[in-house]
């Protein structure tokens, strides 16, 4: 079965203009969270959405968004970027219930 | 706070001989904890996985020792081989946020 797919791979996008990132979770998995990773701090959780509704979020700025459409798919944003938005932004998806978090092979953003 | 960290952030071993990567967690109030894998290029993959209520589990050539006393998590690898080498993220399930936390990994690398 497909796993979590992530596009694009690689991004580079120059500071002060916007992003969007997809996910499209594995069949099944309603509960779709990000995650930012970067060799300073690490894996930190931006947010999660179920049923279209971000159901809890970490310790990002406002420019940091996202949302989840009907078909379980989730993008996020990330406006007004800075050099430190730079980082692997993951998505992991899970079914209800469970604590099995699958993860998506990422998003490279570049920040220059 | 919320923190899972490492005791060790490199480990070198021979290809054959057991490793052991350690982890210490915060939240005593946690009941999941996972061990995942991340190669180069790829998201984290899911290694093994205990709940609080047991201090061992056993997986192919992977075992996970959790002292809840001391709120400290292992990973044991048996017989680790070069496609072992990788970085090794414990996380913790934090039910209050509804989130994974990560420790900072371990880099594993394995002589052939």
């Known amino acids: 079965k497909a796993g979590v797919t992530q596009t694009p791979r690689y991004l580079i996008k120059t500071r002060g203009q916007q992003v969007t990132l997809s996910c499209s979770p594995i069949s099944g998995h309603r509960s779709v969270s990000w995650y930012q990773q970067t060799p300073g701090q690490g894996l930190q959780f931006l947010f999660e959405?179920?049923?279209?509704?971000?159901?809890n979020k970490g310790n990002f700025p406002g420019r940091f968004s996202g949302r989840q459409f009907s078909n379980s798919r989730s993008e996020m944003n990330v406006s007004t970027l800075e050099l430190g938005d730079s980082a692997l932004y993951l998505c992991?998806?899970?079914?209800?219930?469970?604590?099995?978090?699958?993860f998506g092979s990422g998003t490279r953003l570049t920040v220059v | 706070g919320e923190s899972v960290g490492l005791h060790l952030p490199t480990l070198s071993v021979q290809e054959g001989d057991n490793s052991i990567i350690n982890c210490a967690y915060s939240?005593?109030?946690?009941?999941?904890f996972i061990w995942y894998k991340q190669e180069s290029g790829k998201g984290p993959q899911f290694i093994i996985d205990i709940r609080s209520n047991m201090d061992k589990r056993q997986g192919q050539r992977v075992t996970v020792l959790l002292n809840k006393t001391v709120k400290h998590l292992s990973l044991q690898i048996a017989a680790t081989q070069p496609g072992d080498s990788a970085v090794y993220f414990c996380?913790?399930?934090?039910?209050?946020?509804?989130?994974?936390?990560f420790g900072q990994g371990t880099e594993l690398s394995v002589k052939p």
């Open positions: 939240n005593s109030a946690s009941d999941y």
């Open positions: 992991a998806s899970k079914r209800e219930g469970s604590y099995g978090y699958t």
């Open positions: 959405y179920f049923s279209e509704t971000q159901r």
């Open positions: 996380a913790e399930f934090y039910n209050q946020g509804g989130k994974l936390i």
